[in-house]
């Protein structure tokens, strides 16, 4: 049973930090496009930041706007994205995702497997 669970949301005020990380289970995601989503309540889900074994990597230049770095280690199945200089705006819930060869690493529609998501929330 393939299992991406994501973990290390929680309440931060604004300015803070948090690292998100995404543990992947049930099968090798080694040559995978792995990305994280979010989605804030009312809104469509969202493309944060996504990267790919070889290590190329592509942000939401709009949301991230230099303030989040996304990671892997393919060894520990996980993938993590460090924020920083969280805002307010930035609350809603985070998910973690898997595509094998997307033809637009920012679409949610190609992304076969998801994480449950974990819930981020910035104080003003």
């Known amino acids: 049973q393939v299992q991406l669970e994501e973990s290390g949301g929680g309440l931060v005020q604004a300015g803070g930090s948090l690292r998100l990380s995404c543990g992947a289970s049930?099968?090798?995601?080694?040559?995978?496009?792995m990305s994280w989503f979010r989605q804030a309540p009312g809104l469509e889900r969202e493309f944060v930041a996504s990267?790919?074994?070889?290590?190329?990597?592509?942000y939401n230049t709009n949301t991230v706007k230099g303030r989040f770095t996304i990671s892997r280690d393919n060894a520990k199945h996980t993938i993590y994205l460090q924020m920083s200089s969280l805002q307010p705006e930035d609350t809603a819930v985070y998910f973690c995702?898997?595509?094998?060869?997307?033809?637009?690493?920012?679409?949610?529609?190609?992304?076969?497997?998801w994480g449950q998501g974990t819930q981020v929330t910035v104080s003003s």
């Open positions: 995702a898997a595509s094998y060869r997307p033809s637009l690493p920012g679409n949610a529609a190609e992304y076969t497997y």
């Open positions: 049930g099968r090798t995601f080694s040559n995978w496009h």
């Open positions: 990267i790919h074994w070889t290590g190329t990597i592509r």
